[in-house]
Every structure is written in C-alpha cells, then in structure tokens.
C-alpha cells in the first residue's frame, strides 16, 4: 500500500504541472469545437517507469453533448487498449460539471518507443482524439549505471 500513497502524489503533482503547462483555449477550439490535449510524465523512462498519462479537453460547450464521456486508452505497440465508461448521475442544465480532465498509468516492458493514443466518445460517437509517443530506454545488463 506504501506505493499507493507515491502514486496518488506523483499523480497530483503531475496533474498540477499539466495543468499548469496545458495550452490555452484561444480560439482555435470554438465552443462547439473541442479539442483534446495529451501530455505524458515522463516522456523518457526504462521498463521499471510507471508512465501517468493527463488529457485535458478544452473548448466545447457545458452541454449534455460533452457530459459523461467514455475514456479509451490504446498502448499501441502492446496491441492493448483500456476502456474507462462513466456511470453518471442524469444531466442537469446550469447545474452539472463536465469532467474535462483524464488521466491513466501505464508502463512498457519493452524498450522503443510507445505510441499511446485517447480516444473521448459519448456513446459511439468520437468526440475527441489525441496522441503522444513516450520512450523507454535498454538498461545495460546488471541494472547499474543510468539508462543508455
């Protein structure tokens, strides 16, 4: 359980750094048009790193349109995907909170890079995408030293 208690710190410290260092809303996604961003900590570890992955949606309007959105992780390269489906409380105009914030940990055993992709849906529509590539690092044989 000790690990837990570093997760749950690494993740909100993380959280704040993204949130910190997501792009601004200024213009280019409109009301009606949302617009996915992807960010990953760290960008570069070894097989023993546990990647925290944070999606931000920005534009769109607080509609039902946007409410309660099912989460897809796809780890590519692990030809491997995570689906994270919310089970809401009904929609209230003026009222409710569009959840606009997504985040997932993954690691990767082998080294390369790892393509990760979100994928947002209301239902079977795509509302939003987005993608980043994360790489892992050999570690030399005898796990000493830092990674190549």
Known sequence: MRGLGLSRTLRALSVGLLLFAAP??????GPGKPRLSLKALPMIGTSSTLFL?????????????????????????????????????PWVAGETKIDRSFSEEQSFRTPGPHLVKVVLRKG??????????????????GGTGSPL
């Open 24 to 29: 601004s809303s200024d213009g280019a996604a």
């Open 53 to 89: 992955f944070h999606a931000i949606l920005t534009g769109g309007e607080e509609s039902e349109d946007f409410y309660c959105l099912s989460t897809e992780w796809i780890w590519e390269e692990q030809l491997d995907s995570s689906i994270n489906e919310s089970e809401c409380p």
């Open 124 to 141: 079977e529509k795509q509302i939003a995408t987005a993608s980043i590539t994360v790489t892992v690092r050999d570690v030399p044989q």
